[in-house]
């Protein structure tokens, strides 16, 4: 069984995935912002995948608006979360055009970024095809 960190500020594309993927076998967590994110990490868990959106707030509650919500959030977090943690695929998921997610890939490189999936036959083949790259 494989361990899934879904990194979402959008409550319902988590919930979604989450339900999808644990109907398919695989162990999830949720954090809906980069905070929480860290706090499981730090707490020990470790994941084989790391699905993280691009868009999103650093934190939430209070002190939410001491960060700015913006791609940088997401880029950066992406690329701390491959390089701390090389065991896990991370994986970055916008809801950008397609000509934004080709220049975000060629940035990214070697994170992987799609565009976030609209169906569940999406998201499981995004994770299948993840899997035969490694």
Same mark, same amino acid.
């Given at each position: 069984m494989q361990d899934i960190l879904i990194i979402d500020d959008d409550d319902n594309f988590r919930e979604i995935a989450g339900l999808v993927l644990e109907e398919k076998g695989y162990r999830v967590r949720e954090a809906s912002n980069v905070e929480e994110?860290?706090?499981i990490l730090i707490a020990g868990e &470790?994941?084989?995948?790391? @699905?993280c959106d691009l868009c999103m707030p650093?934190?939430?509650?209070?002190r939410q608006q001491q960060y700015k919500y913006?791609?940088?959030?997401g880029f950066k977090t992406a690329k701390e979360l491959a390089s701390v943690l090389p065991e896990s695929t991370v994986i970055v998921l916008s809801s950008l055009p397609p000509s934004a997610m080709n &220049?975000?890939?060629n940035l @990214?490189?070697?994170i992987q970024a799609f565009a976030k999936p609209t169906n569940s036959k999406d998201l499981l083949a995004l994770l299948d095809d993840t899997a035969v790259v490694q």
């Open positions: 994110a860290y706090a &470790r994941f084989d995948f790391i @699905l650093y934190t939430s509650g209070a913006t791609h940088e959030v &220049r975000l890939a @990214l490189d070697p």
